[in-house]
């Protein structure tokens, strides 16, 4: 099973790089944030919840996250593998996924980093804000996602540093170049 991590500030383009891995690799996608989103949307007691949480730039209880992934990833029948984008966001989530897996036989394969500079995460916040109408992506909640991300979620890298899962990309520049060097980091674990 090719298990991954696919981890950034948000509007680091996880999830446009999600698609393409998932695309070339044949693995599912499992994204935290559009599995809540769907929630929200149906208006959901989960989606209900979350929402609060989202609307103040929080981040969710992790019992509530964990629970919500091993379904998901429970109804995945067949699969190669999975990237987990959106989680994990703290060290208690890595700590957590690690259990999960290892409970179904499987590990995290690679954790793949990208890193952007922080004034070229919020230009692409704005705009996506702009063309989606998603209501996080505003500049107030925007810089809060920003503090959470680099208070509570940035500690992760030292973590899958010492579980030796860890690699950084370059998530500025040409689209191709950062999937390709995506892909090239894959291929050494697969």
């Known amino acids: 099973m090719l298990n991954i991590v696919i981890f950034g500030a948000p509007g680091s383009g996880k ?44 981040l969710l209880p992790d019992n509530f996250i964990v629970d919500m992934l091993a379904s998901t990833l429970d109804g995945l029948k067949d699969s190669k593998g999975v990237i987990f984008d959106g989680f994990p966001r703290t060290i208690a989530q890595a700590e957590a996924l690690k259990k999960m897996l290892a409970e179904r036989n499987q590990s995290v394969s690679i954790m793949l980093d990208l890193e952007v500079p922080e004034d070229e995460l919020m230009t692409r916040l704005l705009l996506r804000g702009q063309q989606s109408g998603r209501a996080d992506d505003n500049e107030e909640t925007i810089r809060k996602r920003l503090t959470v991300y680099h208070s509570q979620t940035a500690p992760l890298i030292d973590w899958y540093k010492q579980e030796e899962l860890y690699c950084h990309i370059n998530g500025l520049g040409e689209l191709e170049r950062i999937t390709g060097d995506i892909c090239e980091a894959i291929d050494k674990v697969k």
């Open 15 to 58: 999830g446009t790089q999600s698609e393409r891995i998932v695309a070339k690799y044949g693995i599912n996608h499992i994204s935290t944030g559009d599995v809540l989103r769907a929630e929200i949307k149906n208006g959901t007691e989960l989606g209900k919840t979350a929402k609060g949480y989202i609307d103040q730039g929080q």
